[in-house]
């Protein structure tokens, strides 16, 4: 578990950022969502990557042992129900809050239409993605080509002498 003081911490570099992009006419699109890789998973196997980009059909959870949860947000998961889910990409990073043991990063919100019976509604669906810190996790910040140059190629854990 984090010390408050590096959740405080956290959260003012993302505020900073934020201000930053604001300031520099940045808007802050969500293009994906990623997991880091246990060696356990298939996907580790399948992409030879610590991290590979998760997708609508993605079923990957993270958590403790009696309280994992979906890293793909339900809302957006295919299903049979929702066969053509909205894109994540219509989201974008909008606030950010913090508690004593995670960051918790508004997406903004989506306006659907719905047509029920002839009268139309606005329905107004917001998300929120809660990270809960491991201990001593750090905010790291890459631009897109650092992470698709480096980060995302990443195939082993470092070891540390």
């Not at 808007?27 to 580790?44: N, Q, S, Y």
């Not at 947000?73 to 004593?100: G, N, Q």
Request: glycine residues 2%.
């Amino acid at each position: 578990m984090p010390e408050l003081r590096e959740c405080i911490a956290h959260y003012l570099i993302l505020c900073r950022f934020l201000r930053h992009c604001a300031a520099n006419g940045i808007e802050l699109h969500l293009i994906g969502l990623w997991a880091d890789a246990t060696l356990k998973e298939p996907e580790f196997k399948k992409f030879n990557s610590m991290v590979y980009n998760l997708d609508a059909k993605s079923k990957v959870k993270r958590g403790s042992n009696n309280a994992q949860t979906s890293l793909w947000p339900d809302m957006w998961k295919e299903s049979k129900k929702i066969p053509h889910p909205p894109s994540i990409t219509m989201l974008k990073l909008a606030k950010v809050t913090y508690t004593h043991r995670a960051i918790i990063l508004q997406l903004g919100a989506l306006v659907f239409q719905v047509c029920v019976h002839f009268v139309l509604y606005r329905v107004l669906i917001s998300l929120m993605i809660k990270l809960a810190y491991l201990t001593h996790t750090s905010v790291q910040i890459f631009t897109r080509e650092i992470w698709e140059e480096t980060v995302q190629l990443t195939h082993q854990k470092v070891k540390y002498y």
